[in-house]
């Protein structure tokens, strides 16, 4: 088992910036890729990004392509998402997420959720 427990959400304006940290244990950190995703009232739960189990390989979902950085330190057992420039629409319930084979842009191949970290962006 692995235990995922997000932290760093909050409620911030439009075009201000949050890091959102996961703490990872339970099972050897590195043997896992890493995911972000979120989940917007009445909506379903949509990919964010991933990062492989050694930081070499990264993706993003378009839709926050150039403003979120997704990065890990194995040491700390810990994955981060630094969100910049944040909109309304970036709204949502963030889970933190592991799994050996994460398939970029779904949420296929994640064994371990996090709990969330409501995240509100306003106008």
């Known amino acids: 088992q692995v235990q995922l427990v997000e932290s760093g959400g909050g409620l911030v304006h439009t075009g201000g910036s949050l890091r959102l940290s996961c703490a990872a244990s339970?099972?050897?950190?590195?043997?896992?890729?890493m995911g972000w995703f979120r989940q917007a009232p009445g909506k379903e739960r949509e990919f964010v990004a991933s990062?492989?189990?050694?930081?070499?390989?990264?993706y993003y979902a378009d839709s926050v392509k150039g403003r979120f950085t997704i990065s890990r330190d194995n040491a700390k057992n810990t994955v981060y998402l630094q969100m910049n420039s944040l909109k309304p629409e970036d709204t949502a319930l963030y889970y933190c997420?592991?799994?050996?084979?994460?398939?970029?842009?779904?949420?296929?191949?994640?064994?371990?959720w996090g709990q969330g970290a409501l995240v509100t962006v306003s106008s």
């Open positions: 997420a592991a799994g050996h084979d994460i398939v970029v842009g779904s949420l296929r191949g994640v064994e371990y």
């Open positions: 339970g099972r050897t950190f590195s043997d896992y890729a």
């Open positions: 990062i492989s189990r050694l930081g070499f390989s990264i």
